[in-house]
């Protein structure tokens, strides 16, 4: 059960971060998207980090989506699962803080980003090897 529990752990996060980098190049419909375009997704990201001057959040818009597009890849494919689960966990921590803070706590409980992170950081603990590259390797070494 373990097993199953992790692989829908790990495709859950992946997808999730697959689905909002999609929605930021316009490749969701219109009308179920949150952004719908990369200027949209960065006027969002200005929103949630006052913080920083203008000119660096196209920088943080495209590190997050960099990032999230890694951490996916690297989770679907369960290559150094809990250290990119761990990853995420941090970064979905730092998207719920920040959302925390520029606009309040209920977009990021509405949203569920603190228990994407509290997910992510649960599969980083998760010590069976299922449908995993890191297990293929490991299996090839002892061979």
């Known amino acids: 059960?373990?097993?199953?529990?992790?692989?829908?752990?790990?495709?859950?996060?992946?997808?999730?971060?697959?689905?909002?980098?999609?929605?930021?190049?316009?490749?969701?419909?219109?009308?179920?998207?949150?952004?719908?375009?990369?200027?949209?997704?960065?006027?969002?990201?200005?929103?949630?980090?006052?913080?920083?001057?203008?000119?660096?959040?196209?920088a943080l818009g495209f590190i997050a989506t960099a990032a999230e597009i890694l951490f996916a890849i690297c989770l679907i494919l369960g290559f150094k699962t809990s250290f990119f689960a761990r990853l995420s966990g941090f970064l979905l921590l730092i998207f719920a803080l920040s959302m925390t803070l520029s606009s309040g706590i209920k977009g990021a409980f509405d949203y569920s980003v603190f228990t994407a992170a509290a997910a992510a950081f649960a599969l980083s603990m998760m010590k069976e090897k299922y449908l995993e590259v890191d297990s293929f390797l490991e299996k090839k070494a002892v061979h």
């Open 1 to 58: 059960m373990n097993k199953a529990v992790k692989l829908f752990l790990r495709m859950s996060l992946a997808l999730s971060f697959l689905s909002a980098v999609a929605d930021r190049f316009g490749m969701w419909p219109q009308e179920i998207s949150v952004w719908g375009n990369w200027n949209n997704f960065l006027a969002y990201t200005a929103l949630l980090n006052p913080w920083f001057p203008e000119a660096i959040i196209p």
